[in-house]
């Protein structure tokens, strides 16, 4: 991919709106805006920042009145010269604005160029141009306020400082391999793996991070689960607002999965109502009933809806089904019946004709998704979390060259041997910011990236 030419995209989302900004940035940046704004003054020597107001046009067609910002390398977002149109919000005249750009020298840029551009000229490591995309596509607060503490390089200090550690531990063993003559006694070995284990700790530390940032970043799945007419759609609407799911008393009327995501404690939760477990009667309920344990099986948790005024033998497969899951007991239609016995999971009462309980079982639900995160609360905000695979993966590997190299210490081989087990870890962490990464990982990356980002 070149990145010594003009770039230019619409910025904001496809539609109508109040304004729309077309972004273009490369060499030639301010020169493209040149032949498509006039103003009081050429964008190519306006001062850096400022805001002006004139007209945008298509060689001799006037397109719109907008405004124009210039921004100079390496002051900008990317780094590069960069000029921003800011037009009426018209999906006619956007388009129409940037066709006059790309006919002015520019090319359409791809999913993620201006951010990708960003991260190699230097204006960001890796794990705060993932952040971008995070904070872009951030369904609830949380996910919003972990994207931007990443954004703002907590995770990368984080991973820097160990990575400096290893650097540093493994120039310390190349003197001792260096000179051998200088024996390292058993009090320096004794602190080296001292100092090694802290490091496995640390890296142990941000692994187990990473369930929680997952879970953070891309939401978590609930399982409504139960059997007919125990109050599962009605609970939905309940947890919703809304009328939701189709309600009747009529048994096996829920079919299809029916989805909605809501935030609980700023965590995007989907909940999923799904069809009430029983022998079918008819195959489309049949084929809803797979559904339903087949979404189970995917969910992060579940909410198993029990009928207080009626349990029955059928409520104990579906405790079974959820056993070996997460999940939490919800007795409901409390209103009409209090259920005196007792489970093996957290239990709460509902009434979901009268609300009362549904306060409680938020309440036990955030506990649930606290245990299963591994780490720190999920509401702890200002938490350092790894929020993706990639990290997680990398992090894991820099942690198992870790362990290798303590091995090779208590095993008694030469100090060049931990070394090359230190260097790989270290390189494992340079993946994570982008020190040492492929550039096919990085096209992955960027590629997921909307146009204009």
Same mark, same amino acid.
């Given at each position: 991919?070149? #990145? @010594? *030419?003009?770039?230019?995209? #619409?910025?904001?989302?496809?539609?109508?709106?109040?304004?729309?900004?077309?972004?273009?940035?490369?060499?030639?940046?301010?020169?493209?805006?040149?032949?498509?704004?006039?103003?009081?003054?050429?964008?190519?020597?306006? +001062?850096?920042? $400022?805001?002006?107001?004139? /007209?945008?046009?298509?060689?001799?067609? +006037?397109? *719109?009145?907008?405004?124009?910002?210039?921004?100079? %390398?390496?002051?900008? $977002?990317?780094?590069?010269?960069?000029?921003?149109?800011?037009?009426?919000?018209?999906?006619?005249?956007?388009?129409?604005?940037?066709?006059?750009?790309?006919?002015?020298?520019?090319?359409?840029?791809?999913?993620?160029?201006?951010?990708?551009?960003?991260?190699?000229?230097?204006?960001?490591?890796?794990?705060?141009?993932?952040?971008?995309?995070?904070?872009?596509?951030?369904?609830? @607060?949380?996910?919003?306020?972990?994207?931007?503490?990443?954004?703002?390089?907590?995770?990368?200090?984080?991973?820097? %400082?160990?990575? *400096?550690?290893?650097?540093? =531990?493994?120039?310390?063993?190349?003197?001792?391999?260096?000179?051998?003559?200088?024996?390292? *006694?058993?009090?320096?070995?004794?602190?080296?793996?001292?100092?090694?284990?802290?490091?496995?700790?640390?890296?142990?530390?941000?692994?187990?991070?990473?369930?929680?940032?997952?879970?953070?970043?891309?939401?978590?799945?609930?399982?409504?689960?139960?059997?007919?007419?125990?109050?599962?759609?009605?609970? =939905?609407?309940? #947890?919703?607002?809304?009328?939701?799911?189709?309600?009747?008393?009529?048994?096996?009327?829920?079919?299809?999965?029916?989805?909605?995501?809501?935030?609980?404690?700023?965590?995007?939760?989907? $909940?999923?109502?799904?069809?009430?477990?029983?022998?079918?009667?008819?195959? %489309?309920?049949?084929?809803?009933?797979?559904?339903?344990?087949?979404?189970?099986?995917?969910?992060?948790?579940?909410?198993?809806?029990?009928?207080?005024?009626?349990?029955?033998?059928?409520?104990?497969?579906?405790?079974?089904?959820?056993?070996?899951?997460?999940?939490?007991?919800?007795?409901?239609?409390? @209103? =009409?019946?209090?259920?005196?016995?007792?489970?093996?999971?957290?239990?709460?009462?509902?009434?979901?004709?009268?609300?009362?309980?549904?306060?409680?079982?938020?309440?036990?639900?955030?506990?649930?998704?606290?245990?299963?995160?591994?780490?720190?609360?999920?509401?702890?905000?200002?938490?350092?979390?790894?929020?993706?695979?990639?990290?997680?993966?990398?992090? /894991?590997? %820099?942690?198992?060259?870790?362990?290798?190299?303590?091995?090779?210490?208590?095993?008694?081989?030469? +100090? @060049?041997?931990?070394?090359?087990?230190?260097?790989?870890?270290?390189?494992?962490?340079?993946?994570?910011?982008? =020190?040492?990464?492929?550039?096919?990982?990085?096209?992955?990356? $960027?590629?997921?990236?909307?146009?204009?980002?």
């Amino acid at each position: 991919m070149r #990145i @010594d *030419d003009t770039i230019a995209a #619409i910025a904001t989302p496809k539609g109508t709106g109040g304004v729309a900004v077309i972004r273009i940035s490369g060499p030639d940046a301010l020169l493209v805006a040149d032949k498509v704004f006039k103003g009081k003054t050429k964008p190519s020597s306006a +001062p850096a920042y $400022f805001l002006q107001y004139g /007209q945008i046009h298509h060689g001799n067609v +006037p397109l *719109d009145m907008g405004m124009c910002v210039s921004m100079y %390398a390496p002051h900008s $977002f990317t780094g590069e010269n960069v000029a921003e149109l800011h037009t009426h919000g018209g999906i006619r005249v956007t388009e129409s604005v940037l066709d006059a750009v790309l006919d002015a020298g520019a090319r359409i840029a791809l999913p993620g160029e201006f951010t990708r551009r960003a991260f190699i000229n230097g204006k960001m490591d890796l794990t705060e141009a993932e952040a971008v995309g995070d904070l872009i596509h951030a369904e609830g @607060d949380l996910a919003a306020k972990a994207a931007v503490n990443q954004l703002k390089g907590r995770l990368s200090e984080k991973i820097n %400082a160990i990575r *400096d550690g290893i650097i540093d =531990l493994t120039a310390r063993l190349s003197v001792a391999a260096d000179y051998p003559e200088e024996d390292i *006694d058993y009090i320096t070995l004794a602190r080296f793996t001292e100092e090694l284990s802290q490091i496995k700790n640390a890296l142990q530390s941000l692994v187990s991070s990473a369930r929680g940032g997952q879970m953070i970043r891309e939401g978590v799945r609930c399982a409504i689960v139960g059997r007919p007419n125990t109050g599962k759609s009605s609970l =939905l609407n309940a #947890i919703v607002g809304s009328y939701r799911a189709i309600v009747t008393s009529a048994a096996g009327t829920t079919r299809d999965i029916v989805e909605e995501v809501v935030s609980m404690g700023g965590i995007a939760v989907k $909940f999923g109502d799904t069809a009430g477990i029983r022998e079918g009667e008819g195959e %489309a309920e049949k084929v809803g009933i797979e559904m339903a344990r087949s979404y189970v099986e995917d969910a992060d948790f579940c909410l198993v809806v029990l009928d207080s005024a009626r349990i029955e033998a059928e409520d104990e497969e579906i405790l079974n089904l959820a056993k070996d899951k997460p999940h939490i007991v919800v007795l409901n239609k409390t @209103d =009409l019946m209090q259920y005196e016995g007792q489970f093996d999971a957290p239990t709460v009462r509902i009434s979901t004709l009268t609300g009362e309980g549904l306060d409680e079982m938020e309440k036990e639900i955030l506990s649930l998704l606290d245990s299963i995160s591994e780490g720190d609360s999920l509401r702890r905000a200002d938490a350092v979390r790894l929020t993706n695979t990639r990290q997680r993966d990398a992090a /894991q590997k %820099a942690k198992e060259s870790v362990s290798m190299a303590l091995s090779t210490i208590e095993d008694g081989f030469p +100090p @060049d041997l931990v070394a090359v087990d230190l260097e790989n870890a270290a390189a494992h962490l340079g993946e994570i910011v982008g =020190l040492s990464v492929s550039d096919e990982v990085i096209g992955r990356i $960027f590629e997921k990236f909307c146009l204009g980002k």
